[in-house]
């Protein structure tokens, strides 16, 4: 009977080694292809933010080109933003057709950024928190631009904060290279800035 119970308990005991060993085993396997899935959201999240970004900084050079050198005490003389300029325009400060254009570029920047801070907090939740900072950053560099675009600010103001939002990007994608242990530095942009 002694001889019985040891052998059903050794084999109890065998098998719930084995159990624990298969879980074990189990779990990383899972840990791996979780880790894995994230890895491949995480780089598909950080290229559409990538590419969002360059599209928004690209507009915004253009949008800038419409804008003077002026250095003016008031921008827009009555008024802070362009949403509040009349169709016409301001006399020797702006023409209706630019601030027609401004402001049809300015409406597609917003839903353009809109949808960008939709990727970056979705991808804050899958990345590294020095790259889920890194693309916070990046989409306030962008709405720093389309906000001077919109308070009508002197083209060389403009410039900088697209050349900021440049810098965010790289920095950006930097982070994200390191976070996913890819070696070496994402090649920086290096377009002269417009003039």
Do not use: C
Request: charged share 25%.
């Amino acid at each position: 009977m002694t001889v019985a119970i040891v052998g059903v308990v050794g084999t109890l005991a065998g098998v719930a080694v084995s159990q624990g060993f298969n879980a074990v085993t189990d779990s990383r396997r899972d840990r791996r292809e979780r880790s894995a899935r994230w890895d491949t959201d995480q780089k598909k999240l950080a290229g559409q933010i990538l590419a969002s970004a360059l599209k928004l900084e690209r507009d915004g050079w253009s949008v800038a080109s419409l804008l003077d050198r002026g250095r003016r005490e008031k921008r827009l003389p009555g008024s802070t933003s362009l949403w509040s300029v009349p169709d016409a325009g301001i006399p020797g400060v702006i023409d209706g057709q630019s601030v027609e254009m401004l402001k049809d570029a300015l409406h597609e920047a917003y839903e353009g950024l809109d949808v960008l801070e939709l990727h970056v907090e979705t991808f804050v939740v899958v990345a590294s928190p020095a790259a889920g900072a890194a693309a916070r950053t990046l989409v306030e560099t962008l709405w720093n631009v389309f906000g001077s675009l919109e308070s009508y600010a002197n083209f060389d103001d403009a410039a900088d904060n697209v050349t900021r939002a440049r810098s965010a990007r790289d920095a950006f994608a930097n982070e994200v290279r390191r976070a996913l242990g890819i070696d070496g530095q994402a090649v920086p942009d290096q377009r002269p800035r417009a003039e």
